[in-house]
């Protein structure tokens, strides 16, 4: 059995570092935008059903799985997976534990590095003044290089390599600097977003106003928290439920293994999946839910936000919405929302520069230096494309591809080898073996045959996703012989670029046209840095297994 080369320092530590893996920028951007766009509380009865037939079951699958691979001396799911699953092919299903991570944080740590613009900017009273109007366009300016919304040159990239180089530093001290800065971000993440929530409860109609007299804050927590049974029968809003538990749980990911890969053999993993998984439902279901919808509801009205709903709101409304308290208070507001945002977001990317460290020592032995700064080297080469090219959507092609696609693709494979080819003999004690809780049988079944047939459902949905999100009108008319009509949102349809073809199909203007085909240009690049770096971490995986080989150490 190979000793590990780096451990927890404490359970507490782990626990917070597990939940900050999970609790992101998701929890607070993500999570209220889509039960808002998905009939409120119509969202929130299948959301809880997929964190408990879904979620926790690939909690317990990750991480029992890392724990088991860990006991080899693996650290990366690659030969986690292989540890696991003997087999030459079934190795590279691991890549995408890699490649996942590297992808993210490339534009992840973009969103990251807004917060801390932003905190600069409330500190600076940069909002003052402003009409939500300029807030917005201030944004656009912002992502836009070209422009300077400080007097600093090209402060998006400015912003953004700062982020990089903390990222990187942090994780150059190993897990101990990752659970540092769990003990320190998750307790000020929460209490940050307590007193928000807090304003969001009391708030009321007192922001009403000629232009909103109806506002009321109650509205927006109403809406969210009044259950919908009707949603039950409604595959759209669980589409939309089970993709939610993807982002908010960081599964399918590769840094549940990782993490967990540090644990000894006789660790609890039960308790520790089930400790963390709660903590992020807590932050995302009830501090998630009372900032962003009341507060924008009690100023600008329900309508308002359930048409204007969208991950731009934390940035594009919510400095106008503070200045509504005040010079002082919109300075605190900005700083203690902007600060959640920011803690959230690097709990999360730090995790996601593990698993490539993880591997690169495992395979070539380098040292935690190295592989940190070769992390924020590549982060960096792949993540400024994302910046630069924000506006021409290279931002979107990495978040589809690599922050949505490949984590169903990932967690349904994995899922399947775990459920049914290391086999739930196997699979039931690696998750049961030193728990502090009594996991209840029925998980056995539902990780056998529930959760695999729930992600398979996800990911041919997502391949066949039919026009307008309409499942029971489309499923009506296939079976009245009629054919089923793609959505242009489709895996199949945004290969071909479907969506930017119709409107050059239908434009008359040339400039606009030569505007979308730069378009197309730019997000095949997108792809081919995509495929490439897929290509070369498959490419690592093969010589690491041509050097245990050598070594005597290859399984299959």
Known sequence: MAEKSDAWGSRVGLILAMAGNAVGLGNFLRFPVQAVQNGGGAFIIPYLICFLVMGIPLLFIEWSSGRFGGKFGNHSTPYILDSMVKGRVLKYIGVFGIFTNLAVAAYYCYIESWT????????????????????????????DISHSTTGIPYEAVVFYVICLVINTYILSKGLKGIEKVAKIGMPLLILFGAVLAIKGLTLGDSGASEIFPDANAW????????????SLLDLKVWMAAAGQIFFTLSVG????????AYLEEKDDVALNAVSAGFMNEFVEVVLGSLIVVPIAAGYLGLDWVIQNAGFGMAFQTMPYLFQQWGPALAMIAGVLWFGLLFFAGITSSLAMGTPWIGFMRDEFGWNQNKGAWSFGFI?????LPTVIFFQEGVFDEYDYWAGTVSLVVFAMLETILFSWVFGMEKGWPAITNGADIKVPIIYKYIIKFVTPVMLIVIFVGSLFKP????????????????SWVLDNGSIIKTITHAGIREQIA???????????????????????????????ICGLVYVAFLKRTREGRATA
């Open 379 to 383: 982060a960096l080469i792949l993540g």
């Open 506 to 536: 239908l434009a008359t203007d040339p400039s606009v046209i030569a505007q979308l085909e730069d378009k197309i240009f730019y997000l095949n690049g997108a792809r081919m840095l995509l495929v490439a770096l897929f290509l070369f």
């Open 253 to 260: 990911m590769g840094t549940v293994h990782c993490y967990a």
């Open 116 to 143: 801390m613009s932003y905190v600069f900017h409330s500190i600076g009273g940069t909002f003052v003044g402003m009409s939500q109007a300029d807030v917005a366009a201030f944004f656009g300016n912002y992502v």
């Open 219 to 230: 509205d927006g927590l109403n809406f969210l928290w009044t259950p919908q049974y009707s």
């Open 467 to 482: 026009k307008d999100n309409d499942w029971s009108g489309n499923l009506s008319n296939l079976f009245s012989g009629n």
